[in-house]
């Protein structure tokens, strides 16, 4: 069976007249002595009639002894046109949820006095009088009310995060029928109220929920707008949130609902965008740059790789990933060098079968003295290591080598690389700074980590963000979402 979850509001009951309202508010006073006298204000509804408000509970003290003798004088706007829409639909309710409020421990008599306190908007006053009016509209509908209560040491009915958690338990205990609509009209009540309604009514029933709405400007104007609309918006904002932080897994499995009903070039964009950033996260640099529709030339160079590595750095160390940003840095300084010397000597050192330089002797070798002399007998070739790359690129370029950008590589970034990898060490922020040699910020560190680049690669790149793919790419996502 379908369900009707609904909200109520401070003007939801009205009155046609206030005629009546200082004969029965005597008797009212004498069982409430605490009910404060209203004037009552005037209301001009959509189609031009005139009726009247006045706070919600004191209306339910005054009106609910005998809601049938007073049928004739209350009014209902909002609940009509919203009833008069779900008699028209195939699907009508079987089960009506309402969701009052009662905030009585959290003001006591001072508090009371005063017309504008929170105390009088409360509902949970009207419900003898909604029971009358929706067992005639909706007469072959059960009906269940749920009072919302903050305690005496909560925050009220306007605080977002408690009135969440006061939602949460309350509709936690509502059981709706499997694949029956549940209609949802969560508009009236405080903002914190209505929000928290819709949140836990779309993580708790998903695609079966359709917001029953109406406007106030308009008479009998309602309409059921479908969960999709507003999950869509939700679950973008939860993807842009992971998207933040650079979690392109999670902006996938965000998405994946939703992706296919959009229009089929959009989709293939973002799922081409979301694979190939997968692939950068994992740091499988060759397959990232294959799945990219249009690899740029760049991708050819023997250097670039290592700028994409120094980037997945910057987005470690911005995801507090200390010891992985220090890793990847030091692993795009390194890395180049290894790409340098199989560029650099082409026939005379070769990659293994994981892509490590293994150098070769040969009767023209091109390879500096040293090197030859250490190759003699080694038949199977000399890996080249970390100490072996620094050695090899202080010989071929000297002046490069000196860097104070490029030396700290060997001075310390390498210890400190050691020492993490060999040994369980925390590691802060400051530490991957100290360990390249550089100021204690992160601005200088990156500079530093760019500067040793452009000058091992010879290129001139004014940032990283500038010289790595996924940084375009990044900024795609970020465009579309």
Known sequence: MATWILTLGDSDVLLSTK???????GPAKAQYPDLLHFNGTEVITADSKRLYSFPA???GLVYSPQPEQHSATLRFPRLEALVQHLAQISTPPHHIVVLLTDQSLLFGPSDRRLPRCPYW?????LEPLLRHFLSHALPRATQSYCTIAPLSDQPGLDHWDSTLSLIQASLGQVDCTPGKPVFVSHQAGTPALSSAVQFVTLTRFGSQVQFLVSSEFQANASELIPSSTYLLGIRLQEARRLLHRYDYAG???VLKQDLPALEPAVRQRIEGLLNSA???NQAKFAEFAASLQEAPDRTKEWWWAAYESAFLALVRLEQGNTVEALFHSFRAAEGMLSDWAKWRYPEDIKANKKGAPVAFLREDSGLPAYLKEKLVGEIDGLMLYSGGLFELFRS?????SDNEDVNVIWKGASSTRNQQFHRLLGLSEKEVFRSWATKENKDAWQQRLLNCLNSIANQNFESIQAASLMANIHQDLKTIL
């Not at 908007?121 to 006053?125: I, S, V």
């Open 251 to 253: 902006v996938q499995d």
């Open 19 to 25: 005629a009546q309202w200082s004969s029965l508010e």
């Open 396 to 400: 071929a370029c000297p002046a490069v």
């Open 57 to 59: 509970r004191a209306l």
């Open 121 to 125: 908007r409360d509902t949970c006053t």
């Open 278 to 280: 997968i692939l950068w």
